[in-house]
């Protein structure tokens, strides 16, 4: 199993710090999140919280990853990004492959993504996509953008969209990976019919017990059990090495973590998060690997 960093919410810059941090501290990846705005008024119930409030302010910093990621890579050579997620339903898949596959191309096949589908109406409303067919345009949009990042000629012609014969460039020498989250019924079929993998937001490992052998079942039942997948999880109830193990048993390949929230000090300074990240390098990435 390997270990991504996440960066949750988090000042611009402390991004590029932590991203040299968690390279030389032997992590595998690091895992972005993205808001695109803050909507004063939301018209439904965040999904992830008891009582459906969402549990960050309005000033709350949200980098767009596509920025965030090819700085961070500029700085490191070996660590991988992805989104841990970019909402795929509020967004022109063709653009979206334009931006992936320019910045996978930059960061020599070291990017992935990471995508759902926008809980939130406003999104939807005023970036002008119809919220009730982002399921079906998001498995569209999944496959457009493995066709366009090959840099091959390329049409598509769908329910939702249709285009003619086109090329993108740069494209990375290896695919990217997508990963698809969701805990529904249509999320987890979504990821074993079409991607590479599963990615959590936050969950817990009896969340993940059930998720990862009903993944298995799906993925059998759409003759994709032989296929490489991955499961990238951040388990809010595990901190030490037996948890950690705990959650490779269940078959997560790619564990998240915050580990500045492992130990005492201040979960907002940056000296204390570079601290952090080099301390869980050594007392667990190291020791497990």
Known sequence: MDFSLALPMLPPEHFLPLARAAEEAGYAGVAVPESVFFPEAVSADYPYTPDGGRFWAPETPFLDPFVAIPAMAAVTERIRFYTNVLKLGIRDPLLVAK?????????????????????????????????????????????????????????FHGRHYDFDRLIVRPVPTQPVPIYVGGLSEPGLRRAARLADGWISVANTTTEIAEVAPRLEELRAEYGRGDVPFEIKALCTDVFDLDGFHRMESLGVTDAMVCPWYFRPGDVEDLDHQVDAVRWFGEEVVARFG
């Open 99 to 155: 931006t992936v596959s320019a910045a996978a191309a930059l960061a020599d096949g070291r990017v992935g993504l990471g995508v759902g589908l926008s809980w939130i109406p406003e999104e939807f409303r005023w970036l002008g996509k119809d919220m009730r067919t982002r399921g079906a345009r998001t498995d569209e949009a999944i496959e457009i953008i493995r066709l366009v990042c090959t840099g091959e000629w390329v049409e």
